[in-house]
């Protein structure tokens, strides 16, 4: 480890889910993943009766943040956020969601602060939120708004992107219903997720001339108006738009005849118009390796690209390929210049 290294923030997500258990196994695993150095902001004590019920031999350290580096060969450092909770894997309770909110923002206040490089956040039960007041569609929005707070006049414009070792996709619309999808596309949004993922592309994942495949909405990308306008009277003048720019970009191409492996030699990134289109494929060809990262905000956010697999939590089964993945790679976009 270096003398000046940062560690990794993570939150803990939903207490009841798998948040605690993937932190656990990783930390007790770390050597054989190769992971970075990292901490966990949550319940301490929760955190502890976790690992028991899964018989996991893990040694835990409450700590300040600049501690968790030389901490983290000896124990899985916690920075104590919020009141002690009751661990009951698979169990939703209200009571929780506000330490739930409480170690994302820990986390981006570290990262603020100097403390820490990255935010790796674990999955929470986003209606559970909602009961309680949680007043954004998920993480990705929220991170934005924070974001906003506290790096103001800095653009905060987040882009989910589900990153795999085969695949790396980008919806241009998120968390809305599908019936608001025609109405929500504009020529300027796809242009703007556009323009922010071909700049991360370069300056984070070192892509000189980024590829981006823009899928069409409509089956076969609308025939030429008969399926649909959209893809002609917005899609193809955000192509044009970008391609301007000088940014690279084809389209709008057919969803069903874009993912199947000769076709994604053409292309870096595919964005889709909505969420369904483009995560179906991206979590079908690497589900346990696929990562979630956040573009267009001032620091770097992963996170594994499941839920909280409720069914999975304290049994000590849960995979943690993908936990692990967003660790790694969250060390690489903080870190562009060791690798």
């Known amino acids: 480890m270096r003398s000046n290294q940062k560690p990794i923030a993570v939150s803990m997500g939903e207490p009841a889910g ?3 258990d993937l932190a656990l196994i990783a930390w007790a695993n770390r050597k054989a993943l190769g992971l ?3 901490y966990i902001r949550g319940d301490e004590a929760l955190l502890q009766e976790r690992a028991q019920k899964m018989g996991l031999n893990a040694r835990l350290r409450l700590v300040a943040q600049d501690e968790a580096v030389a901490t983290f060969t000896k124990a899985l450092p916690v920075v104590q956020t919020g009141p002690a909770l009751l661990d009951q894997p698979g169990v939703e309770a ?4 506000a330490s739930v909110v409480a170690a994302i923002e820990g986390c981006v ?3 603020k602060s100097g403390h820490a490089c990255a935010l790796v956040t674990s999955p929470i039960n986003k209606a559970a939120l909602y009961r309680t007041g949680f007043a954004f569609p998920g993480h990705t929005e929220y991170l934005g708004s924070l974001a906003e707070m506290h790096w103001p006049g800095e653009p905060a414009k987040p882009v989910m992107m589900i990153a795999g070792p085969e695949l790396m ?3 241009v619309t998120i968390h809305i219903p599908i019936r608001d999808v025609p109405t929500s596309l504009t020529t300027e949004l796809i242009v703007e997720t556009a323009e922010i993922t ?7 994942f070192g892509y000189t001339s980024p590829r981006l495949a823009i899928c069409g909405l409509n089956p076969h990308a609308g025939e030429n108006g008969s399926m649909g306008t959209e893809d002609r009277d917005i899609i193809e003048p955000a192509i044009s738009r970008l391609r301007a720019m000088g940014i690279e970009a084809t389209g709008p191409h057919p969803a069903d005849t874009l ?4 076709a994604r030699q053409h292309y870096d990134c595919v964005l889709g118009m909505y969420h369904d289109q483009v995560l179906i494929p991206a979590k079908t060809i690497g589900f346990d390796e696929s990562v979630n990262v956040t573009l267009g905000l001032p620091f770097v956010r992963t996170s594994p690209d499941h839920g909280t697999a409720y069914n999975l939590a304290g049994t000590g089964t849960a995979r943690v390929d993908s936990f692990a993945a967003s660790l790694r790679m969250a060390d690489v976009l903080a870190n562009p210049e060791r690798f």
Do not use: S
């Open 18 to 20: 798998i948040g605690p």
């Open 36 to 38: 970075p150095p990292f």
């Open 94 to 97: 209200p009571e929780t969601a």
């Open 109 to 111: 206040d570290d990262i």
């Open 169 to 171: 996709v980008v919806p």
């Open 198 to 204: 071909a700049r991360d592309l370069k300056t984070r």
């Open 259 to 262: 993912f199947h492996p000769p």
